[in-house]
């Protein structure tokens, strides 16, 4: 027992240190040490504290931080947060097997943001998040029903229409940030690098933005050999993906139908997918789910991509292979067929029911996000383990969070 005393008073008195390390008083009255005459100068012998340490030091200390503790160290000072939320952090994380996976659903109400995290087998709903202040409540409905969403370590945003909203789930705070250059809906969004791209959604261009949480900017970075609309985008190792969606231009819902049911695939881009490398800037070969049919959900987990498509009633889930570099016989770019989800047999793919796919480290999550099928359970959730390759089933989406934007986060 008095080991214990022993290291919390420990831990609270190095916390104690830490914080005044990045808050130096000048109040504080520096030790001194004997040394050494020096012939002229007069000046005090250095001190050393964290805040003097170079970037890289402190991030490797951080980075060892218990996740609860996160929170409340990213406060400390404008330096430590800006380290806690860089992509050498997560790196280092990652590195280390301290990364948390989850998902997160965020709900419209007239209270705010409202926000519900799956862990540890259970949806822990958050406390209303008002964010009026940035934007009005009718904007701010309007954005969550057409938003897309991804996130870069503990921040999510939320890019619309006309608009971008940025949630810290660590400080639980709500701010605006720079809406697109193009204006979209429906469009592919994912983030790479600590950096997020769009694609698609716009009868105007073919413009792929990025972009920088750090300047608060977005810039049109290259063009898309196709445009698309209602396209859905994922990431995996450092290529961001512009997975199916419709013709821009085309006769949408007929087209869509035509699709589901196999024919008029290629025309509808409904079973294929462009690649881009951003950091070389170039597209590579597009590829094309096999058997074709529409791509209803897509996401990225376990270093692959998962697709799940229709046929009318036939779901069919394939993966596909999105590690440039591998150890193993299977190289990048191959697909594979794994076990599809086991979704009740009345379900269809209309407007009628629409389905979300959120990788959480070495799992896919999909969620039920729309029902108005009698007799289907609404916002049921199933579990696909990756390594397992089974599918269980998840806990039930609070009512609250059955219309809601749905996105992985890793932090």
């Known amino acids: 027992?008095?080991?214990?005393?022993?290291?919390?008073?420990?831990?609270?008195?190095?916390?104690?240190?830490?914080?005044?390390?990045?808050?130096?008083?000048?109040?504080?009255?520096?030790?001194?040490?004997?040394s050494?005459?020096?012939?002229?100068?007069?000046?005090?012998?250095?001190?050393?504290?964290?805040?003097?340490?170079?970037?890289?030091i402190v991030l490797d200390c951080l980075s060892r931080v218990p996740p609860a503790s996160l929170p409340a160290l990213s406060l400390v000072c404008r330096r430590w947060s800006r380290l806690l939320h860089s992509p050498a952090f997560s790196h280092l994380r990652r590195r280390l097997l301290l990364l948390r996976h989850t998902a997160v659903a965020l709900a419209a109400t007239d209270l705010g943001l409202s926000a519900a995290t799956l862990l540890d087998a259970a949806w822990h709903p958050s406390l209303f998040v008002p964010c009026f202040d940035a934007l009005s409540l009718h904007d701010f409905h309007s954005l969550l029903a057409h938003a897309r969403a991804c996130s870069i370590g503990p921040r999510i945003y939320l890019v619309g229409k006309s608009a971008t909203l940025q949630y810290?789930?660590?400080?639980?705070?709500?701010?605006?940030?720079?809406?697109?250059?193009?204006?979209?809906?429906?469009?592919?969004?994912?983030?790479?690098?600590?950096?997020?791209?769009?694609?698609?959604g716009s009868s105007r261009?073919?413009?792929?933005?990025?972009?920088?949480?750090?300047?608060?900017?977005?810039?049109?970075?290259?063009?898309?050999?196709?445009?698309?609309?209602?396209c859905i985008g994922a990431s995996a190792d450092g290529i961001f993906y512009v997975i199916g969606g419709l013709r821009i231009g085309a006769s949408g819902q007929n087209l869509f139908l035509r699709a589901s049911r196999g024919t008029e695939a290629h025309a509808a881009y409904a079973s294929s997918m462009d690649l881009f490398d951003v950091e070389a800037r170039v597209w590579l070969r597009s590829r094309t789910v096999p058997n074709g049919g529409c791509i209803v959900a897509a996401c990225a987990a376990a270093g692959r991509v998962y697709v799940l498509t229709s046929h009318a009633v036939e779901f069919s889930l394939w993966s596909f292979h999105a590690r440039r570099k591998s150890d193993s016989g299977k190289g990048f770019g191959e697909w594979c067929r794994v076990k599809s989800p086991p979704l009740p047999a009345q379900v269809r793919v209309d407007t009628r029911m629409r389905f979300s796919f959120v990788g959480i480290g070495d799992k896919v999550v999909l969620i039920q996000s729309l029902?108005?099928?009698?007799?289907?359970?609404?916002?049921?959730?199933?579990?696909?383990?990756?390594?397992?390759?089974?599918?269980?089933?998840?806990?039930?989406?609070?009512?609250?969070?059955?219309?809601?934007?749905?996105?992985?986060?890793?932090?």
Not at 36 to 56: E, G, I, K, M
Not at 168 to 175: C, L, Y
Not at 375 to 398: I, Q, S, T
Request: charge should be neutral; glycine fraction near 6%.
């Open 36 to 56: 050494p005459p020096q012939p002229h100068t007069n000046s005090p012998a250095p001190v050393t504290t964290l805040s003097s340490l170079p970037d890289d």
């Open 205 to 230: 261009t073919s413009a792929v933005e990025e972009y920088d949480p750090e300047t608060n900017t977005w810039a049109v970075v290259s063009h898309a050999a196709r445009m698309r609309y209602g």
């Open 168 to 200: 810290d789930m660590w400080t639980a705070s709500v701010s605006m940030r720079a809406a697109t250059v193009f204006p979209r809906k429906k469009f592919a969004l994912s983030s790479v690098a600590g950096k997020i791209y769009v694609a698609g």
């Open 1 to 34: 027992m008095s080991s214990e005393r022993e290291r919390e008073s420990c831990n609270s008195r190095h916390f104690t240190w830490l914080v005044k390390s990045c808050f130096p008083s000048p109040n504080d009255a520096v030790a001194k040490f004997p």
């Open 371 to 411: 029902n108005e099928v009698r007799g289907v359970k609404k916002g049921f959730v199933l579990v696909y383990d990756c390594a397992a390759g089974e599918w269980g089933r998840g806990v039930d989406l609070p009512e609250v969070y059955r219309r809601a934007t749905y996105v992985g986060v890793e932090c």
